[in-house]
């Protein structure tokens, strides 16, 4: 059983950052893949960013030089740090990890933060 939760959602003004955590636990002692996606209404849920266990980043071409994403796999904790906050960047945000066992993959998600940008 493994456990993802996330912090750090609210809301923020236009130009603004927040910071959004991530924290895995349970029977999985670590993580080659952990991420952030966003789902906004009426859309479908896409990839914001993603950091492998070797450190390996990932971004969306939407939030390149603005969103950092960043981890601590002592603590299997994914952090992502956004900057210059745009309206659409309005969404429920959430924390996908996984694992590679015996040659599958498996993922588990976090319940979802909401981050609102608004003036």
């Known amino acids: 059983q493994v456990q993802v939760v996330e912090s750090g959602g609210g809301l923020a003004q236009p130009g603004g950052s927040l910071r959004l955590s991530c924290a895995a636990s349970g029977s999985i002692s670590s993580f080659n893949a952990m991420g952030w996606f966003r789902q906004a209404p009426g859309k479908q849920r896409e990839l914001v960013a993603s950091i492998t266990g070797g450190g390996t980043t990932n971004y969306a071409n939407s939030v390149k030089g603005r969103f950092t994403i960043s981890g601590d796999k002592s603590k299997n904790t994914v952090y992502l740090q956004m900057d210059s906050l745009k309206p659409e960047d309005t969404a429920v945000y959430y924390c996908?990890?996984?694992?590679?066992?015996?040659?599958?993959?498996?993922?588990?998600w976090g319940q979802g933060t909401q981050v609102t940008v608004s003036s």
């Open positions: 996908r990890v996984g694992t590679r066992y015996m040659g599958s993959d498996y993922y588990w």
